[in-house]
């Protein structure tokens, strides 16, 4: 039965920003869902309010609403577009939670809109947790003995009929925000009533604990006929007790028989048809008790998630795209297996001849605060993928693929730390438990002794040890002694060439040299979904030490795009975008085009993106031997953030060709001196700054600068340990506890420009002319990270000849400094001076954001000069002016990590970001806030708190809030610079002045709104508790004076008066 | 242990590894398998009498061996090929690993090779002999001479080495059976037995040889036609007996090569295919209830085609390939399938038709 004809236009939600839990997976899965629709001929409506994604781009979908995730956008949109179906399953749970919402409150059946791919009834099934249950009861599976609560009392009553430890989880809540296992009855109180609070519906699910059982995922896809496959299965490395999200995870499963497995097979089929999803990809999780095999029923998702992206690459079967077919009702056996070209249909189950290891990628050190042991609420915010000939193999690379500095299984215990030490981080997991249990082997512990220790499977504790053996026999040889048979054995294995350096105690350089000598190099193989049976001209590779070689290359011109590796904060989706629109790019120039990238939730990854794709850590051994490989003209560097531009130096060694801006000129704009004698011909001052090797001189430099300065140690990305100081008290403290100086460790200092407005400008250079793509406006002003301020397109409050003036010299910067393709500059503006922050001759964060403004793709043409094409033969010589306002909000995961200040700094904490789109800057604003989940009282006591220099905006700012109804409360030292305004103002105790306080206020529920700026350590310390209840009581808060002028112009505008437009419209 | 081994293939390609288990030379078709799961019921299901099975997932023997899901007593595959052998088996079911197992069923097995490259060869140029033996105690000139003397598939009678010889019931009997089954034996797998048991089938085994005339003096409600290795035409017996066997008024049911047999009863023909169907991912159409069913699959010889009969009806076929998995007669109460309902190893969704065998010899 082919597609059904009844259906014209399809609305596709999309997940929003991205979140713990939440990545670019959903990009991927809506935009493969948004062009197999729409090369099928419907017309497709699409609603994401995250501008870094493909999806958005206004070649992906008919119409394109970058505007807020939430049933009230969408019922707008809905009766804008009249879509006949709403595809909820592509949007991760986000999607299927706010189209429940449409369906719930009636809106889908007033406009006559279709549920596709899973119903109301389905996803109530899979997500209600007492639904799930019963489903599962009927069935005659086995889910662990649990208990629904919806107070306090219900969970008390639960636990003493399943004790403790037991597991804890929130329904309706995404990535298992706000679960946790309890061991003791405080975290018990505590994680309940934390969870009732989160949960929309109020409701938590309180689980027998299954912690150490063996956990396995099926990746299922049904269609409406009842054919069912199994896409792939997936066994976690780390049992039950961590999040699939955080745990090493393995594809396929390792250690199940077949009878073991085909009962998996059999009750994910049951489970789906009993959840009720009639198409479409969905897993299902179980857990294995390892003494007794008794299998139990976790969990299922009845969308395509991020374990579905994972198994998409891991088996080359592209889920997400085959789902949305099957959605519109076309069957499995309909569709073609686009990786063996069509030669056999997509009613197959993939089967695979290599492993995939996946491993997590954390950000714990930008939130020290926090607890950073892993549990079941996902703290991850990346992954990356691996494929190998065995699981070493892809273990191993998938660590260096990891770009946090391991580059093997190398010792992280400390000498002195005991043996006590080692078992708590056995038993009590943190992210790098496998790193422990290699040093318990290496300390000579038995295999039992760990195993009762952590629980992970013994096979794979067996394959750790054969590495640790591996490791010492290397370190105690000699270089000169390894043999090449011996050397390609160690090479099967996994061992990076920096390994056996570390372990050889020489540099990474002299194993590689030797290796060549050798003639040992690895082979590339195909990921073809059927392990060969079939011939597969689809060029989707892994390299491996194996025998023959299956890369085939090609006599054309061609140019390899590095991608940008895990997702972390300060580095993610919007770097997949660019390489995404260089890959597009180069194919519309024919050339050839060749992506390495190691994430498996990206665009970029998808075999059909590019010509050629070689999924492998973007590492130099790696990328050299593809190099090496393909002999190609050039590699791309300035689109994948720092992950290929760390590469560089390597590529000039080895003679690599790097397209596009000079290597000297990345380094003139990265290296500070040569930076500060470049900018000397030019209108732009800079922050003054000192560099001090030693306490005293740290002391002597602040004294010379005078308070407030920007301090952190030098070479350091993404503002880490980034700090802004305003007392010698905070000076003292940060050179105590955070940076220690030393002559090899020196200190930046630099002097902060206080009350500055900061933009952001990123231009296209080709050597000659360089095109403006648009000014950006930071709304917080200079000091908070730029990533995590929100930013406004065009500026709101900078004077057009000011504007001007900036772009003219910003152009000749370009220009001088030879840039050819992106530049990035920040510039702070402040008494009328320009000082230039920092330029980046390289695709910035704001590439995407901006390119959706102004609606032309920055990078692709960027792309297209950087094979040497001019901007006048492109046909973009004029800047193009934006019709609209568009605003930029970063998205936090402070709701994750309990205990941790909500409060912006120098230092990036975002995980992703919104855009709001209106005809001023106001609505825009409102939009993004809204984007970001949050929502911006109509009226209500405003708390207002702020430091000194801010209090001569206090006046305006409260004269504006009182007209439109807020009453303002405001602590003592606030409310006396509102004296003689006439403004009634409320005095409210700080925390430290007695009670009731204002954290009491915020916990009655007598504040909707805070303005909480502060300046230096103690003021920060002392407001922490506002921001943190304000933060776990969703009362809208913002920590600086200029988001509050903010809030004012959204609501003078007004949220009913708020329009929704495509961007196609534009 | 393992030690050095070698795979020479009959076009002269060879191999270099590691060999495990029995220190012996194997020769006999090279075949490949695609399933991801199962390797111990494929050692040990009969239908592999007379080759060499490359496993194309690079890790096996993740599991062990245990005394559960064994196809039949022995290994038959007179040899195994793998990327990774695993000698750290863990499952609460282990019994033993399985380099004990070869050792014990005296069966060798060579790693460290590349078994994908080996696959592409075998997909690209058709199913080749090939001899695996120990370095140490084999010359590649003799076991060129073994691979020559081996001679080739054709023409090979294997059944009568995984067969039995005599008759003998399945499980105990007596209890609570409804049907009484008569099985013929070509190489049948333990879990098609298992099956009809538990469907209610008393079943009785019997040798291939068996004629219709002793299948009649049984007095069964139905008689199943069992799979089994190697070339059908070398049964013609087998297929003079089915053809009286027709003429019982029984229902008939034959997986594998029993669906071959009863192919060539029909007066079918039967052609070899370039290097066969091996693994648990085919998918197979139910061309009446327009159905996908993935199924495993085990087969080198195929029922060429079937044309303007009015007696017979195809009713499966796969999707890989587009060749005949499933014909039944248009009026009698025959059907057969070349694929394996009886999974193990392989999805089970297929178990349904045994059902339709057993209604009808309720009928």
Redesign the interface.
């Known amino acids: 039965m082919p597609k059904r004809e009844d259906l014209k236009t399809i609305l596709i939600v999309g997940s929003g920003p991205i979140i713990i839990g939440q990545a670019c997976e959903f990009d991927y899965s809506g935009t493969q869902a948004c062009k197999a629709l729409r090369e099928n001929g419907y017309r497709v409506v699409l609603v994401n309010s995250n501008p870094a994604t493909i999806m958005t781009d206004p070649e992906i979908a008919d119409a394109t609403y970058i505007e807020p995730v939430d049933w009230q956008s969408l019922e707008k949109i809905i009766e804008k577009e009249k879509p006949d179906a709403i595809l909820p399953t592509m949007g991760g749970q986000t999607g299927l939670n706010v189209s429940l919402e449409l369906a719930k409150r009636g809106i889908l059946e007033k406009h006559s809109v279709e549920m596709i791919g899973a119903n109301r009834e389905a996803i109530d099934n899979a997500e209600d947790r007492e639904k799930f249950d019963n489903c599962m009861k009927e069935l005659g599976l086995e889910t662990p003995r649990s208990g629904f609560a919806h107070s306090m009392e219900d969970a008390w009553k639960i636990y003493k009929d399943i004790g403790l430890p037991c597991v804890i989880r929130p329904s309706f809540t995404m990535g298992g925000t706000g679960g946790g296992i309890a061991y003791n009855l405080k975290e018990f109180e505590e994680i309940c009533m934390n969870g009732l609070k989160l949960s929309p519906t109020k409701e938590l699910l309180i689980d027998e604990s299954l912690v150490g059982w063996k956990e396995f995922e099926m990746e299922v896809v049904r269609d409406k ?5 199994i896409v792939c ?1 997936i066994e976690n490395v780390d049992p039950m007790g961590v999040h699939t999200g955080d745990s090493i995870t393995v594809a ?1 499963a ?6 073991e ?2 009962e998996m ?2 009750a994910s ?1 049951k489970v789906l048809r009993k959840i009720g999803v009639e198409t479409g990809g969905s897993n299902v999780q179980f857990a294995q008790d ?4 008794r299998l139990v029923v976790i969990e299922m998702n009845p969308r395509v998630s991020r374990s579905s992206a994972l198994a998409s690459k891991a088996t080359g079967f592209p889920i997400a795209k085959v789902a949305a077919l099957l959605a519109v009702g076309y ?3 309909e569709l073609k297996n686009d990786i063996t070209d069509g030669k ?2 997509a ?9 995939v290891t996946k491993i997590p990628r954390f950000n714990f050190e930008k939130f020290p605060e926090t607890d950073s042991r892993l549990t079941t609420q996902m703290k991850s915010v990346g992954e990356v993928m691996a494929i190998g ?3 070493q193999e892809s273990f191993q690379k998938a660590i260096r693929s990891m770009e946090n500095g391991l580059v093997g299984l190398s010792s992280i215990l400390k000498e002195n730390e005991g043996n006590g030490a080692l078992k708590l981080e056995l038993s009590t997991p943190g992210e790098s438990r496998l790193w422990f249990i290699a040093d318990a082997f290496r300390r000579g512990w038995s295999m039992q002794e760990i195993f009762d220790s952590c629980q992970v ?3 794979f504790l ?1 394959q750790i040890r054969e590495i640790v053996n591996d490791e010492k026999i290397i370190s105690e040889s000699d270089l000169s002694a390894i043999d090449q048979t011996t050397m390609k054995s160690y090479k099967k294995k996994g061992f990076s060439d920096a390994r056996m350096a570390d372990l050889l105690n020489i540099k990474e350089q002299e194993v590689r040299n030797y290796r060549y000598e050798l003639d040992v190099h690895p082979v590339f ?1 195909k990921v073809d979904s ?6 597969s001209t689809t060029n989707y590779l892994y390299s491996t030490y ?3 070689n299956e890369s085939e290359v090609s006599d054309k011109k061609k140019v390899i795009v590095l991608g940008s590796g895990p997702n972390r904060i300060g580095q993610g989706i919007e770097f997949d975008y660019c390489c995404v629109q260089a890959a597009l790019a180069f194919r519309e120039e024919n050339i050839e085009t060749i992506m390495i990238n190691s994430n498996p939730e990206t665009v970029s990854t998808d075999f059909d993106v590019s010509d050629k794709l070689y999924f492998e850590p973007i590492v130099a051994e790696d990328v050299l031997e593809i190099i090496r490989h393909e002999n190609p003209y050039g590699v791309v560097v300035q689109f994948g953030g720092q992950t290929p531009l760390k590469l560089t130096d390597e590529f000039e060694k080895n003679g690599v060709k790097i397209l596009g801006t000079s290597p000297s000129a990345i380094d003139t704009a990265e290296n500070r001196e040569k930076f500060k004698s470049f900018l000397s011909d030019f209108n732009f001052l800079q922050p003054e700054n000192r560099i001090a090797q030693s306490v005293e001189e740290a002391y002597k430099s602040v004294n010379e600068l005078s308070y407030p300065v920007i301090v952190r140690p030098s070479y350091v990305l993404g503002g880490r340990a980034m700090e802004l100081i305003y007392t010698d008290n905070d000076l003292k403290n940060y050179l105590t506890k955070v940076a220690l100086i030393s002559p090899e460790n020196p200190l930046l200092i630099e002097k902060f420009l206080d009350d500055a407005v900061e933009l952001d400008i990123d231009v296209i250079c080709d050597g000659e002319k360089t095109l403006i793509g648009g000014v950006l406006q930071h709304i917080e002003e200079a000091g908070i990270h730029s990533g995590d301020s929100s930013c406004s397109f065009p500026p709101y409050s900078v004077g057009d000849t000011q504007l001007h003036t900036l772009k003219k010299e910003i152009k000749a910067v370009a220009k001088k400094l030879n840039v050819v393709g992106l530049m990035n500059a920040q510039v702070a503006i402040k008494d009328d001076k320009f000082y230039m922050i920092e330029v980046n001759p390289r695709a910035s964060r704001t590439i995407p954001f901006l390119s959706k403004c102004i609606g032309n793709s920055l990078a692709k043409i960027a792309s297209k000069v950087i094979l040497g094409k001019t901007l006048d033969e492109l046909g973009l010589s004029a800047e193009i002016m934006p019709t609209n306002y568009a605003v930029k909000a970063p998205v936090f995961p402070f709701n994750k990590f309990r205990k941790v200040d909500p409060i912006l700094g120098p230092e990036m904490k975002s995980t992703g970001e919104v855009m709001g789109r209106g005809d001023c800057f106001g609505e825009a604003y409102g939009k993004a806030v809204k984007g970001a989940g949050e929502s911006i009282p109509k009226d209500g006591n405003v708390f207002v708190s702020v430091k000194d220099n801010d209090k001569k905006y206090l006046p305006d700012l409260c004269t504006k809030l009182t007209k439109l109804g807020f009453k303002i409360v405001a602590t003592k030292g606030t409310a006396e610079a509102l004296e003689g305004t006439g403004i009634n103002v409320k005095v409210i105790n700080k925390v430290l002045e007695g009670r009731p306080h204002i954290v009491d206020a915020i916990l009655n529920n007598e504040i909707d709104m805070i303005i909480n700026t502060t300046e230096g350590r103690q003021s920060i310390k002392d407001s922490f508790s506002i921001r943190r209840s304000a933060l776990e009581h969703n009362v809208f808060f913002t920590t600086t004076v200029s988001g509050g002028f903010a809030i004012v112009e959204s609501l003078e505008k007004g949220v009913e008066n708020w329009e929704y437009k495509p961007l196609q419209l534009s | 242990m393992k030690f050095g081994a070698k795979l020479l293939l009959e076009n002269g390609i060879s191999f270099e590894g590691f060999g495990f288990g029995f220190k012996k030379i194997g020769v006999g078709e090279v075949v490949f398998n695609t399933s991801i799961t199962g390797y111990q019921e494929i050692l040990t299901d009969p239908s592999y009498d007379g080759q060499i099975i490359t496993f194309t997932y690079p890790h096996i023997g993740n599991t062990g061996i245990n005394f559960e899901d064994n196809e039949s007593k022995n290994i038959a595959a007179r040899g195994m090929i793998v990327k990774n052998f695993c000698d750290f088996p863990s499952s609460h079911r282990s019994k033993m690993s399985l380099e004990d197992f070869l050792v014990e069923q005296k069966t060798i097995c060579i790693s460290d090779i590349d078994t994908r490259h080996l696959t592409k060869i075998l997909r690209d140029e058709g199913c080749k002999i090939g001899a695996i033996y120990p370095t140490q105690l084999f010359t590649d000139e003799e076991a060129l001479s073994e691979i020559n003397k081996f001679g080739s598939m054709d023409g090979k009678n294997f059944t009568e080495n995984v067969a039995v010889s005599k008759q003998y019931n399945f499980g105990d009997p007596g209890t609570n059976k409804r049907y009484k089954i008569v099985a013929v034996d070509f190489g049948i797998k333990e879990n098609i037995l298992r099956i009809m048991k538990s469907l209610g089938g008393d079943i009785v085994v019997v040798p291939p040889s068996t004629s219709a005339e002793v299948i009649k003096a049984l007095n069964p409600d139905g008689i199943f036609l069992s799979n089994g290795p190697g070339d059908p035409s070398v049964l013609q017996d087998a297929v003079k007996e089915v053809k009286k066997m027709m003429n019982l008024g029984l229902p008939i049911f034959g997986i594998c090569l029993g669906h071959q047999i009863m192919s060539l009863a029909y007066g079918l023909e039967i052609e070899k295919m370039p290097f066969g169907h091996h693994g648990a991912n085919h998918p197979v159409h139910d061309l009446k209830n327009n159905t996908v069913f993935i199924t495993s699959q085990n087969h080198n010889f195929a029922v060429a085609k079937v044309a303007d009969r009015d007696d017979i009806n195809v009713t499966h076929k796969s999707l890989f390939d587009g060749s005949i998995q499933g014909i039944e007669h248009t009026s009698k109460p025959f059907y057969s399938i070349q694929c394996h309902p009886e999974a193990s190893p392989g999805p089970k969704e297929f178990e349904v038709l045994f059902k339709r065998f057993f209604e009808d010899m309720n009928a």
């Open positions: 006929n009842d054919n069912c496959i299965s396929p390792q250690t199940l028989t077949d009878k497995y085909q097979r059999d089929f390892p003494e007794t095999g069957t499995l056996d056999t249909p009613s197959f189950e993939p089967t695979i001849d290599y492993v000939r065995n699981f499977d013994k096979w067996h193989k059927c392990a060969a049976e079939f011939d194996d025998e023959f």
